[in-house]
């Protein structure tokens, strides 16, 4: 028997009907004691959908978006709602910290992900915070660790970096910085700049590096490309891209016998470059490919003498 306990119906349950004994009883969900009876018999419940969202103002990402997604769920609010997003992130901040001073409830809700990781949100709970204002998250989908289980690549351990550097010497740049990252990589991308983003990845990390492109992750139009770097930059160009992307890029799989004396140089010098004197750059270096110090040492003082 399917138990009906509000007034819904429609085409679905006419078609269940000639399979299924029904049961209406629209009052049925408001006296809980008849409910626990009429549970006894029945193998399914329908019931409507009652979220409330009893926040004072909720603070969109995409105002547009969050009415059509609270009206196919059903979900039902009292407040304003105001825009959030990138370009007045700063702004309404202060407008809204003035509105949880005074005891106002905000709730925060991006398109997809979840507010303050690369999204709308960062300011305001740590200026939140800093004034001792009471904070709860709700966790939702997250397109980083989805994008991480769908990789295929390794999940032990991963690093989230946000977006690469938009232009293409600081990206390069920045991707060589992590060659020797261990960990699985993990990024957001602008979709008009994936093809340039994995020819400076595949120029850094080599182009047989296993990497996952995955596009609007939590979303309808959902889909992973896998492949190695070469492959994925081969299918940005042949294809139209579109949506919300996380890219996901293997980590380094160095091991001491496979570390060339220019590759632990090299090293040594970015890490020269960051900022960190000799002694400390070198113990850094040891620590990363598991290299005795004095092996590295030897391999910087001999490089020196053959560029004298």
């Known amino acids: 028997m399917i138990l009906i306990s509000e007034d819904v119906w429609g085409t679905p349950f006419q078609k269940l009907e000639g399979s299924f004994p029904i049961v209406r009883n629209d009052d049925l969900w408001n006296n809980i004691d008849e409910l626990k009876s009429a549970l006894k018999d029945a193998t399914a419940l329908v019931v409507r959908n009652r979220t409330k969202v009893t926040a004072d103002v909720i603070a969109a990402e995409d105002s547009r ?10 979900v039902t609010f009292v407040g304003k709602v105001i825009s959030f997003f990138d370009g007045n992130e700063e702004e309404r901040t202060q407008e809204i910290l003035e509105l949880l001073r005074v005891g106002k409830t905000v709730l925060v809700v991006s398109d997809a992900g979840m507010p303050t990781i690369s999204d709308p949100g960062f300011r305001l709970a740590r200026d939140a915070s800093a004034e001792n204002i009471a904070l709860q998250v709700l966790p939702g989908p997250s397109a980083v660790t989805m994008a991480v289980a769908l990789s295929g690549l390794p999940t032990d351990r991963f690093s989230f970096d946000g977006f690469p550097p938009r232009t293409s ?5 920045f991707y060589k910085s992590l060659r020797f990252d261990e960990r699985t990589l993990v990024f957001f991308e602008a979709p008009h700049r994936l093809e340039e983003s994995l020819a400076d990845a595949l120029a850094s990390f080599g182009s047989d590096r296993k990497a996952a492109i995955c ?3 939590t979303k309808h139009y959902e889909q992973t490309i896998r492949g190695d770097l070469s492959e994925l930059l081969e299918w940005s160009q042949k294809n139209e891209v579109l949506g919300e992307i996380t890219l996901v890029i293997a980590g380094a799989t160095t091991d001491a016998k496979s570390v060339t004396t220019e590759a632990m ?9 960051a900022g960190m004197d000799r002694k400390g750059a070198i113990a850094a270096v040891a620590e990363e490919f598991s290299l005795p110090k004095r ?4 391999a910087v003082v001999d490089a020196n003498k053959i560029g004298k």
């Open 65 to 74: 978006r969050f009415h059509r997604l609270a009206s196919d769920l059903g």
């Open 169 to 173: 010497g600081a990206r390069h740049k």
């Open 215 to 217: 596009r609007e992750m």
């Open 265 to 273: 140089v090299a090293r040594v010098q970015e890490f020269e470059s």
């Open 295 to 298: 092996s590295v040492y030897a």
